[in-house]
């Protein structure tokens, strides 16, 4: 009789196996991956240690782009081809985003489509190739940490970002190489981290003020479920604008002319270590030198930094009390939650803690707390924590609607609506004879087209040929658990139907996003190679390095002058093999080190046995056997 192998749904029907998913913040300033180890969640560090990468990407070389810290350090240098804070820029139109890309000393391609592209010496760049490259980075160091290919990966968004800047965070996964297994809301990710560490139950406001972004959300939690009542906030908004408010400060007490674009970063990185230091201290001091031909420096107090950013503090604060509004509650809620870099401004805590009048929750690392909560979700998503203790109920930042007559919106789902979800309304012709109908999909809060934001259009024709208002046409919007919208339009009486699912206006389209993939295709055998080499390399360095300790501990004991001699000749040959290309080299001198080395490690485990065995009669062993 057959025997059927059976499993949980969503569980492997091999025991023990484990999914590797990890959680990525792709934030404005900094971006971390993390990933759930041994039932934690921890941020996973690169070679030296450090878990931020910094989000900057810079163009200056043809052959190869240079994210992080290596690029941070050419901004000064190379200001229009190190893109800074590109969060800012994802999903926006090139209109919308100009006064930013003008403060950054970006130069900005016009493109027929109204979209944003930077002009760099390697070409066009959009934000979403910029941000693929950050998310490339998170990626290979999360395949080097856990030592396999991931089976996905959730990205946390903030919970303004509208569709269009929502499908452009996917391309920039699909770019990267990563399996998106959930978009999910970067308060909704603190929540998860600290509901699930410190069981927090109640009402909980979610302040997330990071370097570009920032999001208010309030969440009841209760026995695993996460449940979102209402978020706003402003995608334009963040710490990179308390650097700026002080950058500006300086050039008013100064009186100085307009600085070059080079010498403005450099301004606006010194004044970003003044906000840092004024975190912990009273005063600072902003080096001046090389900024202007006097040099010198100039002296900031911490309450004339609070005063510059009272305004920005205050504009949280009333899009915190909107929320409030929206969620149908009082002032006061259970507990307050700070995310983000930008809350570790000792005005910004104090004035959250007297708006909600609770003391703010600062257990987790702000920096950190997101791609830890995103990490719980990945791991659960992926199917490693069957049990399925955690439900989220997220929602949709802004309303969806449609265009009627006149240039009116028509709102299908208002905004803070429980996603996932489907809802359909029905709509009919204006005209005698009518046979097609042009469905134009928009978001916001306007009540007119203009002042709302187009998101897809779309055509259903075959409509048979009918009085005025006798058609009868079911339109429907679904919004899956990422945010993504689809939307189906139907004639009720003969079943024709047309369906769009919405893409960005400003993102990539399918083609360069397929082209962006097949380059990457085309360039495989070249990664492999490389990968294979880095790979050689550690077996190679590890081999060097334990052969090195057992000849300073053993070497002139168990080797004749010569063998010694024989042994580092080798190890010095590998260490040459090392320093070229040529794997097939560098994989013989580790081969041939190896073999070379057998006997002495033999020896040294005879050492060790006799040592063990020291003073102990067979028949001691005998018994020891026996029993």
């Known amino acids: 009789m057959a025997l059927l192998q059976i499993a949980e749904p969503g569980q492997s029907p091999v025991p023990h196996q484990v999914k590797l998913a990890v959680g990525i913040d792709l934030g404005t300033t900094n971006s971390l991956v993390a990933s759930v180890r041994g039932g934690r969640a921890t941020v996973l560090p690169d070679e030296q240690g450090s878990a931020m990468l910094p989000s900057v990407v810079n163009y200056s070389q043809a052959e190869a782009s240079r994210v992080g810290r290596a690029a941070q350090a050419l901004a ?145 939690l209760h026995r695993g479920v996460f449940e979102v009542l209402a978020t706003g906030g402003d995608t334009a908004l963040g710490g990179d604008d308390f650097d700026a408010a002080i950058a500006d400060w300086v050039l008013q007490q100064l009186a100085a002319p307009e600085l070059a674009p080079g010498n403005y970063r450099q301004l606006q990185t010194r004044a970003r270590s003044a906000k840092e230091q004024l975190s912990t201290n009273d005063s600072t001091s902003i080096s001046l030198q090389g900024l202007l031909p006097e040099g010198g420096a100039i002296d900031l107090t911490r309450a004339e930094f609070e005063s510059l950013i009272q305004p920005l503090v205050k504009q949280t604060l009333r899009a915190c009390r909107r929320c409030l509004r929206d969620a149908e509650l009082a002032d006061t809620v259970d507990n307050v939650v700070m995310v983000g870099g930008s809350t570790r401004v000792p005005m910004v805590r104090e004035a959250v803690g007297e708006f909600f009048q609770r003391e703010p929750l600062l257990d987790i690392d702000p920096d950190q707390v997101v791609a830890v909560g995103a990490a719980i979700q990945a791991d659960i998503l992926v199917g490693n924590r069957p049990e399925g203790d955690l439900l989220l109920l997220d929602v949709i930042p802004l309303s969806l609607g449609l265009e009627t007559m006149g240039g009116l919106v028509e709102k299908i789902i208002p905004r803070n609506t429980t996603i996932p979800v489907t809802r359909a309304q029905e709509f009919t012709t204006f005209k005698d004879g009518q046979t097609a109908l042009a469905v134009h999909i928009v978001q916001g809060e306007r009540e007119l087209v203009s002042d709302s934001r187009s998101l897809a259009r779309f055509e259903l024709r075959g409509i048979p040929p009918m009085v005025a208002g006798a058609a009868r046409i079911l339109v429907t919007f679904q919004v899956d658990a990422d945010g993504l919208l689809n939307v189906a339009a139907r004639e009720e009486t003969t079943g024709v139907e047309s369906s769009v699912t919405v893409k960005p206006s400003f993102g990539l389209s399918d083609g360069e996003i397929s082209g962006m993939l097949q380059a990457s295709f085309s360039h495989a055998e070249e990664d492999k190679q490389a990968r294979q080499r880095a790979e050689h390399r550690l077996e190679a360095q590890q081999l060097l390095e334990g052969l090195e300790a057992a000849l300073a501990a053993d070497g002139d004991e168990l080797l004749s002058p010569d063998e010694c001699a024989e042994l580092h000749g080798l190890m010095q040959q590998l260490r040459l093999a090392m320093e070229g290309q040529d794997v097939s080299t560098l994989k013989a001198g580790t081969e041939q080190l190896g073999k070379a080395s057998e006997d002495f490690a033999a020896r040294r485990m005879d050492k060790s046995i006799r040592q063990a065995l020291a003073g102990v009669s067979l028949d001691a062993l005998d018994d020891e056997v026996s029993e």
Do not use: C, W
């Not at 919970?159 to 499908?167: G, I, L, M, P, S």
């Open 76 to 220: 000064a240098e190379h200001p229009a081809d190190t893109l800074v804070s590109v969060k800012r820029f994802m999903g926006r139109g090139r209109d919308d985003a100009a006064g930013d890309a003008a403060r950054a000393y970006y130069h900005l391609a016009d493109d027929d489509t109204g979209m944003v592209r930077f002009i760099t010496s390697v070409g066009e760049i959009s934000p979403v190739e910029a941000s693929a490259e950050i998310l490339k980075v998170l990626h290979r160091r999360a395949v080097d940490t856990l030592g396999n290919e991931l089976d996905g990966a959730v990205i946390t968004v903030p919970a303004y970002f509208d569709e269009a800047q929502r499908q452009a965070t996917k391309d920039a996964a699909t770019l990267a190489g990563l399996k998106v297994l959930r978009l999910l809301n970067e308060p909704t990710a603190a929540a998860v981290a600290y509901g699930l560490d410190s069981a927090e139950q109640g009402v909980i406001a979610v302040y997330d003020l990071g370097g570009g972004t920032f999001d208010i959300s309030i969440l009841r």
